[in-house]
């Protein structure tokens, strides 16, 4: 998990490097070089790292952003409907329920184990 987050700020990077000019088409408008969320997530990493940031704090923020990430699934779930994920064939619905029964199979062994 370590390794995926320190890989998290140059792989982002190389990413909006590459994609930049082809956004900017697309939006109309500058788009930054560096996402700012990176540098954000850089600042905490290093307040953290410092020791600025204690335990208890880490482990609020720590809820507070799983918290976040289940309301921004359910948003996303909210504006989906069932007409929209049919019109696209029945090879994308099939793979999506595939992938749903899946992590609800993994999450069910990783709990029972």
Not at 3 to 15: D, G, K, N, T
Not at 81 to 109: C, K, N, Y
């Amino acid at each position: 998990k370590l390794f995926r987050v320190a890989l998290l700020v140059p792989i982002v990077a190389v990413i909006a490097v590459l994609y930049r000019d082809r956004a900017a088409a697309s939006l109309g408008a500058r788009v930054p070089a560096f996402p700012p969320f990176l540098l954000w997530f850089l600042f905490f990493v290093a307040l953290t790292s410092l020791g600025v940031i204690g335990p208890a704090t880490a482990a609020a923020a720590n809820g507070t952003s799983r918290w976040l990430l289940v309301a921004a699934i359910g948003a996303a779930g909210i504006k989906t409907h069932f007409s929209d994920l049919m019109q696209l064939g029945w090879r994308p619905v099939v793979l999506l329920l595939g992938e749903t029964v899946f992590i609800a199979l993994a999450v069910f062994a990783w709990s029972v184990a």
